[in-house]
């Protein structure tokens, strides 16, 4: 019932990780971005695009065509999987999490979360990863109504506070 209902009213699920941070580190190409593509990968279930900057931004010391970031956008089967394991495995790892906020659904009525570090999906081993890096999901609805988005995701059995 919910994966028909998930294809039906859910268009995409996109996943976005920053790396601007670990970007300013040394050997970042060679040692941590393989490591980070491995473990978003994993996480997603799919290989993810790398996101390079389009203009320099002396301010955040990045420069023109440096990689800052990783997307994935899941739909059909990946998207089902991930929101699954999304929903019942690692939002109930956030530590002191009491449900997500009305105010993450913007008028479009999509969701977003984030994630202060990605070790709280079960597939990343805490012990072996190098690197800690927060990611960002967003839900797109079909229906773009806030409302109508409110009773999907409550439906769908994602934990929205009253």
């Given at each position: 019932?919910?994966?028909?209902?998930?294809?039906?009213?859910?268009?995409?699920?996109?996943?976005?990780?920053?790396?601007?941070?670990?970007?300013?580190?040394?050997?970042?190409?060679?040692?941590?971005?393989?490591?980070?593509?491995?473990?978003?990968?994993?996480?997603?279930?799919?290989?993810?695009?790398?996101?390079?900057?389009?203009?320099?931004?002396?301010?955040?010391?990045?420069?023109?065509?440096?990689?800052?970031?990783?997307?994935?956008?899941?739909?059909?089967?990946?998207?089902?999987?991930?929101?699954?394991?999304?929903?019942?495995?690692?939002?109930?790892?956030?530590?002191?999490?009491?449900?997500?906020?009305?105010?993450?659904?913007?008028?479009?009525?999509?969701?977003?979360?984030?994630?202060?570090e990605h070790d709280v999906f079960p597939e990343i081993d805490q012990?072996?990863?190098?690197?800690?890096?927060?990611?960002?999901?967003?839900?797109?609805?079909?229906?773009?109504?806030?409302?109508?988005?409110?009773?999907?995701?409550?439906?769908?059995?994602?934990?929205?506070?009253?």
């Amino acid at each position: 019932m919910t994966e028909k209902l998930l294809r039906q009213e859910i268009e995409k699920i996109v996943v976005n990780a920053g790396l601007g941070r670990l970007s300013q580190q040394g050997q970042f190409e060679e040692k941590i971005l393989p490591e980070v593509e491995k473990e978003f990968a994993a996480i997603t279930g799919q290989k993810a695009s790398i996101r390079a900057a389009k203009k320099s931004i002396a301010g955040f010391k990045i420069r023109e065509n440096q990689i800052i970031g990783l997307k994935v956008t899941l739909r059909q089967k990946h998207m089902e999987d991930f929101f699954e394991r999304l929903v019942n495995l690692a939002l109930p790892r956030v530590k002191d999490f009491r449900g997500l906020e009305l105010s993450n659904i913007d008028e479009s009525g999509n969701l977003n979360i984030g994630f202060k570090e990605h070790d709280v999906f079960p597939e990343i081993d805490q012990e072996k990863s190098k690197t800690s890096f927060g990611l960002q999901v967003t839900i797109v609805p079909r229906k773009k109504n806030r409302e109508a988005a409110i009773a999907l995701y409550r439906r769908l059995g994602l934990p929205l506070k009253k």
